[in-house]
């Protein structure tokens, strides 16, 4: 050792660093199982979501319809409200809404349930000819399987109509009026709320959000509440429209029933590509069965399926995407797939509302990143 003279310091290696240990669940077979679980975890939320809701229907329902009217009416709303208090807009509004669509129901049900028996009776015999038309055929189905599926049908309508829970007794029948009084009151009830209050409400429920989060859901109400409207009004529209088509048709051919027929075909128009199908099928095999001034129900029926062929095409090049607009538009798939799950959950009531809902989700996809800027995920992909 030499004094007066520092010692170098040996040269200092850097640290080694092990690679990432490989364990097992970060080899592929690991991070398809993380996904499953991820998955799995998912689906459980959503069908613990859909059993609470199912569980509640007395007010899901309610509130569901509620903010269905209250998009619809958002722009007459609106205009009602910059020229008075909103208070009084509200309340001449909601009285205009109650009375208008209860006016068109209970005209509707008075109409069909006066005739329904004869309406039902009709198309039972109609049926019973296109099977006795079928069993003709050299690949005809045996009786007993027709006679299944006719059963299966009854079944299937009879549940959806009326829901599982009713039964034949006179205690099914007082819960079911207690239910349906309660759903409309509370629905009533939230509609004004909804009508008054509206933007303020989706701006407490915004308050936990902040920056970019913030902005993002504020694009997601707008969109929201702009596809609903337009959705509700649009089928409305092309609703009428298909009635009125259809039951000029049925009225100039001079069947049986054709108020209720008609008034049938503006209900069920409001469930896409199948309701409207439906109703004409009834017309069809009610036209079969009387045949109306022409006495021959064979050529009636066959000129009500080109009435009803003719109505859906108007309706599906022309009044669709003039009224409802390309930004509704959705694959016939996806509305098949939305009308089979909303009918699985929800009887009719899921077939009418499972589209709009679709139409909702698909908008705010559509405005996830920005007003004009879809999630990544959903973005177009340029092409080489």
Do not use: C
Not at 65 to 72: D, E, Q, S, T, Y
Not at 150 to 158: E, G, K, L, R, V
Not at 176 to 195: E, P
Not at 279 to 308: E, K
């Amino acid at each position: 050792m030499v004094f007066g003279r520092r010692r170098s310091a040996p040269p200092v290696s850097a640290p080694v660093v092990a690679p990432p240990a490989r364990g097992a669940w970060r080899d592929g077979f690991g991070i398809l199982a993380t996904r499953s679980i991820q998955i799995i975890a998912v689906v459980v939320l959503a069908a613990g979501i859909i059993w609470g809701m199912r569980s509640v229907t007395v007010v899901v329902i309610p509130v569901i319809l509620a903010i269905v009217f209250a998009a619809a009416f958002e722009p007459v709303m609106g205009w009602m409200r910059a020229r008075m208090p909103s208070v009084l807009a509200t309340v001449i509004l909601l009285l205009a809404i109650v009375g208008v669509i209860g006016g068109i129901v209970w005209a509707m049900v008075r109409a069909v349930a006066a005739q329904w028996e004869d309406l039902y009776a009709s198309a039972q015999e109609g049926v019973g000819q296109v099977i006795t038309w079928v069993n003709t055929l050299p690949y005809a189905p045996d009786q007993e399987q027709i006679d299944e599926w006719w059963t299966a049908i009854q079944d299937f309508a009879t549940s959806a109509q009326f829901g599982s829970s009713l039964g034949s007794g006179a205690v099914a029948g007082v819960s079911a009026v207690a239910s349906f009084v309660t759903g409309l009151v509370l629905m009533v009830v939230v509609l004004f709320f909804f009508l008054k209050d509206g933007p303020l409400i989706w701006d407490f429920l915004l308050r936990p959000f902040q920056g970019e989060w913030h902005e993002r859901m504020q694009r997601v109400g707008t969109k929201s509440v702009d596809t609903l409207g337009a959705y509700v009004r649009g089928t409305a529209a092309v609703a009428a429209a298909d009635a009125i088509g259809i039951g000029i048709g049925l009225f100039i051919l001079q069947i049986p029933l054709a108020l209720p027929l008609t008034l049938l075909v503006f209900l069920l128009a409001f469930i896409p590509i199948v309701g409207a199908t439906l109703a004409g099928i009834l017309a069809a095999l009610v036209g079969l069965v009387d045949g109306g001034f022409m006495d021959n129900g064979l050529l009636a029926a066959i000129i009500i399926v080109a009435i009803v062929v003719g109505v859906n095409q108007l309706e599906g090049n022309f009044l669709q995407p003039v009224l409802m607009g390309r930004a509704l538009k959705l694959h016939s798939l996806v509305i098949l797939i939305a009308l089979t799950i909303g009918t699985v959950l929800a009887g009719i009531l899921g077939a009418i509302l499972a589209v709009p809902l679709a139409a909702v989700v698909w908008g705010i996809i559509q405005v996830w990143d920005g007003e004009s800027t879809p999630a990544r995920w959903a973005r177009k992909k340029d092409r080489a």
